[in-house]
T-cell receptor, first 109, second 114 residues
Framework: NAGVTQTPKFRILKIGQSMTLQCTQD?????MYWYRQDPGMGLKLIYY???????DKGEVPNGYNVSRSTTEDFPLRLELAAPSQTSVYFC????????FGEGSRLTVL | QQQVKQSPQSLIVQKGGISIINCAYE??????FPWYQQFPGKGPALLIA?????SEKKEGRFTISFNKSAKQFSLHIMDSQPGDSATYFC?????????????FGKGTKLSVKP
């Protein structure tokens, strides 16, 4: 099993550009999440989903959007990228234990 | 009320020594306390977790100690090895809710010197 797969692994954006971080899981988990990780700040929840068609905001949702059309996929959309969105983004899924992808490092210049 | 405070921020231990990382929480509704281990360039992975009905849980060289009255829990790594060098995160939530809505500590970067 691949587990949780994130693409791209690295991306550089210019201020004001938009992009989508892709996340897919093959464990048939209903719960999926997006976190951002900043140095010395731990992991902050951006959005989460409890199943296809259902999403909800986490702690830091501003500047992001998500959708969940299938159980497997949970893309994160950044609109009008800002330098404050420079971070490492982790997608995760869970049944009981939380499984993380390997991360997507985003730099906004 | 939703914070999990983790210390120290960084830790250097000699090979064979004991590494101790501490966390404190405020929300008495929390009932699930996992520790995650993260190697550079990788996502965090569950290391060990405890529920508040026990005061200690041990898995190999890793032990969680839990003090419900003090609202504190700690990770002890016995016989620390260079391969244990990683960032460790404590977390907490109400397990009755979504498992992933964890509140994370800010992390401890552990370096084990040979």
């Amino acid at each position: 099993n691949a587990g949780v797969t994130q693409t791209p692994k690295f991306r550089i954006l210019k201020i004001g550009q938009s992009m989508t971080l892709q996340c897919t899981q093959d464990m048939n988990h209903n719960y999926m999440y997006w976190y951002r990780q900043d140095p010395g700040m731990g992991l902050k929840l951006i959005y989460y989903s409890v199943g296809a068609g259902i999403t909800d905001k986490g702690e830091v949702p501003n500047g992001y959007n998500v959708s969940r059309s299938t159980t497997e996929d949970f893309p994160l959309r950044l609109e009008l990228a800002a330098p404050s969105q420079t971070s490492v983004y982790f997608c995760a899924s869970s049944y009981r234990e939380l499984f993380f992808g390997e991360g997507s490092r985003l730099t906004v210049l | 009320q939703q914070q999990v405070k983790q210390s120290p921020q960084s830790l250097i231990v000699q090979k064979g020594g004991i590494s101790i990382i501490n966390c404190a929480y405020e929300n008495t509704a929390f009932d699930y306390f996992p520790w995650y281990q993260q190697f550079p360039g990788k996502g965090p992975a569950l290391l060990i977790a405890i529920r508040p009905d026990v005061s200690e849980k041990k898995e190999g060289r890793f032990t969680i100690s839990f003090n419900k009255s003090a609202k504190q829990f700690s990770l002890h790594i016995m016989d620390s090895q260079p391969g244990d060098s990683a960032t460790y995160f404590c977390a907490a939530n109400n397990y009755g809710g979504s498992q992933g809505n964890l509140i994370f500590g800010k992390g401890t970067k552990l370096s084990v010197k040979p």
